[in-house]
């Protein structure tokens, strides 16, 4: 079984600070992706990555970077967290970019801002 | 833009059973999914259905796909309060491996 793996399943921070979220999965997968769950919102998208050292923009990308050093491993960056930035964040990882590759998540980080 | 539309609650009794709705915009779209996430975890999948596809079915649940309305509805029979949580309904996008997410449709299921 796929299984992705998000470092804290809470966090409390302090506006201002910067804040890493980590996802790290063990099945090889070239994709991997961030979102944000807000209620009656839905998913959406922050930023993504089709191999090592690269990454893309997503719909939200604004106040949020992300790296990718190793293939196992995307991390997510609040650069100066601001309370606008209380979700749950939502880790995902998939084979190529093909149709038939269904995204995989972690159980999700809740981070709040205060 | 692409877009997925569903609708944001449903309520049904115990042992009856529920059909979850779902509109897309992509008609490009190759696959569909229905993800499940219950109160504190990530999302799960259930099941997808290929776009040549009119229904498929796996156990309790039958996905159907009406591709000229582009509408996508996921029924479950003899709903149980473990059936209880949020489905959210996906489509990919034109193949470049990201997903399109629906609101999400919150279950509520009464014994």
């Known amino acids: 079984d796929v299984k992705v793996t998000q470092s804290s399943r809470y966090l409390v921070k302090r506006t201002g600070e910067k804040v890493f979220l980590e996802c790290v999965q063990d099945?090889?997968?070239?994709?991997m992706f961030w979102y944000r769950q807000d209620p009656g919102l839905g998913l959406r998208l922050i930023y993504f990555?089709?191999?090592?050292?690269?990454?893309e923009k997503g719909d939200i990308p604004e106040g949020y970077s992300v790296s990718r050093e190793k293939k196992e491993r995307f991390s997510l960056i609040l650069e100066s967290a601001s309370t606008n930035q209380t979700s749950m964040y939502l880790c995902?990882?998939?084979?190529?970019?093909?149709?038939?590759?269904?995204?995989?998540f972690g159980d999700g980080t809740r981070l709040s801002i205060l | 833009g692409e877009d997925v539309e569903q609708s944001l609650f449903l309520s049904v009794r115990e042992g009856d059973s529920s059909v979850i709705n779902c509109t897309y915009t992509d008609s490009s779209s190759t696959y569909l999914y229905w993800y499940k996430q219950e109160p504190g975890a990530g999302l799960q999948l259930l099941t997808y259905?290929?776009?040549?596809?009119d229904m498929k079915q796996d156990q309790r649940l039958t996905v159907l796909l009406n591709k000229k309305d582009k509408h996508l509805s996921l029924r479950i029979a003899d709903t149980q309060t473990g059936d209880s949580a949020i489905y959210f309904c996906?489509?990919?996008?034109?193949?470049?491996?990201?997903?399109?997410f629906g609101q999400g449709t919150t279950l509520q299921v009464k014994p």
């Open positions: 259905i290929f776009s040549n596809m």
């Open positions: 990555s089709y191999d090592v050292k690269m990454k």
């Open positions: 099945m090889d997968h070239e994709n």
């Open positions: 996906a489509e990919d996008s034109s193949n470049t491996g990201k997903l399109i």
């Open positions: 995902a990882s998939s084979w190529g970019r093909q149709a038939d590759q269904p995204q995989h």
